[in-house]
């Protein structure tokens, strides 16, 4: 596609230009990549505050390793699988640390950033995140980067260290998690409903 | 070929070949658990691939591009780090060659003392001495060394004065320019 080509050739003098030291020129890449890498990483870590840091480490990460990238390489793909690792370790890290929204008097006190995030949220985007909550891990960047980044299965595959056909399954396995957790979500809405209007005794 | 059934992700994808479809088409019509399961699936794609992307804060770049400055100036001092490292090892070691020279004179008394007390007092009076001499010796050298090297010595110093600031202009007021980029 004409704009995707010549939108790669001015990336590309961004990546050279920053290579060189202009820090102007990346932050043109930031500007440009911001809502990709800080969904992937919102997606992930289904926290505002985590999110963000873990976005601005992205980049900060991506800056210093610039001399590694591969130019023959598509530049999302190459900053996407910097964003996805981080993610992943920080999801690792977190499993050995309590956090106080885990603690149940946490929820009552109410912070700016729970008050931050109760605006944020609505139904469906809070439906979304009670699905993904569900998938391991690996599982649920795999439909991140398939459904949000549109990265093939080839593209999510070099990311993950996998082959395209193992891709291709554990994201069917994933969205039949996904469709199972759907079905059990309405199913507990309507019984949720009928109870109100005092259908069931 | 397995069942039929198998044949769903492929068709999510529209991987399938006209026949395959036909064949799984063909099926859907006779087996209710397999239309319940497409049907279930495509209403997952459908609720993710209407999701949409959350951006951050506005200001995001700022907020990076402020975090690249800090931690390239630290990068910076790191590199000069082990110059500092060790100009203090070399100035410990002068300091521990000149506290060896200032024992060695009592080394005799130290290692056979006659009595405490007397070795309190010869301590404490050599200390003295040794630190009066010294000190007469240190003012003497630098007043010297001063005198004669000062004409010459003030034009490096300034440059150096000058060039420690430049450094310290770059490394702590670049990070505000950056900010406004």
């Given at each position: 596609?004409?704009?995707?080509?010549?939108?790669?050739?001015?990336?590309?003098?961004?990546?050279?230009?920053?290579?060189?030291?202009?820090?102007?020129a990346?932050?043109?890449?930031v500007?440009?990549?911001?809502?990709?890498?800080?969904?992937?990483?919102?997606?992930?870590?289904?926290?505002?505050?985590?999110?963000?840091?873990?976005?601005?480490?992205?980049?900060?990460?991506?800056?210093?390793?610039?001399?590694?990238?591969?130019?023959?390489r598509?530049?999302?793909?190459?900053?996407?699988?910097?964003?996805?690792?981080?993610?992943?370790?920080?999801?690792?890290?977190?499993?050995?640390?309590?956090?106080?929204?885990?603690?149940?008097?946490?929820?009552?006190?109410?912070t700016?950033?729970?008050?931050?995030?109760?605006?944020e949220?609505?139904?469906?985007?809070?439906?979304?995140?009670?699905?993904?909550?569900?998938?391991?891990?690996?599982?649920?960047?795999?439909?991140?980067?398939?459904y949000?980044?549109?990265?093939?299965?080839?593209?999510?595959?070099?990311?993950?260290?996998?082959?395209?056909?193992?891709?291709?399954?554990?994201?069917?396995?994933?969205?039949?998690?996904?469709?199972?957790?759907?079905?059990?979500?309405?199913?507990?809405?309507?019984?949720?409903?009928?109870?109100?209007?005092?259908?069931?005794? | 070929?397995?069942?039929?059934?198998e044949?769903?992700?492929?068709?999510?994808?529209?991987?399938?070949?006209?026949?395959?479809?036909?064949?799984?088409?063909?099926?859907?019509?006779?087996?209710?658990?397999?239309?319940?399961?497409?049907?279930?699936?495509?209403?997952?794609?459908?609720?993710?691939?209407?999701?949409?992307?959350?951006?951050?804060?506005?200001?995001f770049?700022?907020?990076?591009?402020?975090?690249?400055?800090?931690?390239?100036?630290?990068?910076?001092?790191?590199?000069?780090?082990?110059?500092?490292?060790?100009?203090?090892?070399?100035?410990?070691?002068?300091?521990?060659?000149?506290?060896?020279?200032?024992?060695?004179?009592?080394?005799?008394?130290?290692?056979?003392?006659?009595?405490?007390?007397?070795?309190?007092?010869?301590?404490?009076?050599?200390?003295?001495?040794?630190?009066?001499?010294?000190?007469?010796?240190?003012?003497?050298?630098?007043?010297?060394?001063?005198?004669?090297?000062?004409?010459?010595?003030?034009?490096?110093?300034?440059?150096?004065?000058?060039?420690?600031?430049?450094?310290?202009?770059?490394?702590?007021?670049?990070?505000?320019?950056?900010?406004?980029?």
């Open positions: 596609m004409p704009f995707e080509e010549a939108h790669g050739r001015e990336e590309s003098g961004w990546v050279r230009e920053a290579l060189a030291g202009h820090q102007g990346f932050a043109r890449l500007e440009s990549y911001q809502t990709a890498v800080y969904n992937l990483a919102y997606r992930m870590l289904e926290d505002a505050g985590d999110a963000e840091d873990a976005a601005q480490e992205t980049f900060l990460r991506a800056y210093s390793q610039l001399r590694s990238y591969d130019p023959a598509k530049f999302s793909s190459w900053l996407l699988a910097i964003a996805a690792h981080h993610c992943i370790d920080r999801l690792r890290r977190r499993r050995w640390t309590i956090s106080w929204e885990d603690i149940p008097l946490g929820r009552n006190l109410s700016g950033r729970n008050v931050e995030r109760e605006v949220r609505k139904e469906e985007r809070e439906e979304i995140r009670r699905l993904l909550e569900r998938l391991p891990p690996d599982n649920r960047l795999m439909v991140i980067l398939y949000w980044n549109d990265l093939s299965c080839r593209q999510i595959g070099e990311i993950m260290g996998l082959g395209e056909g193992a891709v291709k399954s554990r994201l069917h396995r994933a969205r039949r998690m996904l469709a199972q957790g759907l079905r059990e979500e309405r199913e507990s809405a309507s019984c949720r409903s009928s109870v109100a209007m005092g259908e069931v005794p | 070929m397995a069942h039929r059934g044949l769903i992700p492929a068709y999510l994808d529209g991987e399938v070949t006209g026949e395959e479809k036909e064949w799984l088409e063909e099926h859907l019509a006779v087996c209710a658990h397999c239309r319940e399961e497409l049907q279930a699936l495509e209403e997952v794609g459908l609720l993710l691939s209407e999701a949409p992307l959350i951006s951050p804060r506005p200001g770049t700022a907020r990076v591009m402020a975090r690249l400055a800090q931690r390239e100036a630290r990068r910076r001092l790191t590199r000069v780090a082990p110059a500092l490292v060790a100009v203090s090892l070399i100035l410990t070691f002068l300091a521990l060659l000149s506290v060896a020279g200032l024992l060695l004179p009592w080394w005799d008394t130290l290692a056979a003392p006659a009595s405490l007390v007397n070795l309190g007092f010869d301590l404490l009076l050599r200390f003295v001495e040794t630190s009066t001499t010294l000190a007469q010796a240190c003012s003497f050298l630098l007043s010297a060394t001063l005198g004669a090297l000062l004409p010459r010595l003030l034009l490096p110093y300034s440059f150096l004065t000058l060039g420690l600031m430049m450094v310290w202009a770059r490394l702590v007021i670049r990070a505000p320019l950056v900010l406004k980029n």
